[in-house]
Nanobody
Framework: QVQLVESGGGLVQPGNSLTLSCVAS????????LAWFRQAPGKEREFVAA????????RYSDSVRGRFSISRDNSKSTSYLRMTTLKPEDTGVYYC????????????????????WGQGTQVTVAS
């Protein structure tokens, strides 16, 4: 399994933008499907976005579609989550995740699908 480390979180005002990064070590991300989740205090971990190993397909939760964008740079072993028009309800700890398994359509949003996780980075959206 690769090791994942997120960065880029912080405090941002509503309406502003932020880009998170997730750097992998201990192996290549070339064949891995990558995802981002988030968890607000007192709530379950929530799927945000995912990108296939080939970068051919992306998936987003309804709450972030049109505002967030996931991407990857295999040469840098890095996944990115570009977040725009941020809202207070986007506040939480953001985690990146990875799996080398084939993912059936319905399993993309499930945390159990991914075997590698980062430690998370805090994003706070407040004025």
């Amino acid at each position: 399994q690769v090791q994942l480390v997120e960065s880029g979180g912080g405090l941002v005002q509503p309406g502003n933008s932020l880009t998170l990064s997730c750097v992998a070590s201990g192996g290549s991300i070339t064949g891995l499907n990558l995802a981002w989740f988030r968890q607000a205090p007192g709530k379950e971990r929530e799927f945000v976005a995912a990108i296939t190993y080939s970068a051919y397909s992306e998936r987003y939760s309804d709450s972030v579609r049109g505002r967030f964008s996931i991407s990857r740079d295999n040469s840098k072993s890095t996944s990115y989550l570009r977040m725009t028009t941020l809202k207070p309800e986007d506040t939480g700890v953001y985690y990146c995740a990875a799996t080398g398994d084939v993912i059936l359509g319905g399993r993309w949003p499930s945390p159990e699908t991914y075997e590698s996780w980062g430690q998370g980075t805090q994003v706070t959206v407040a004025s």
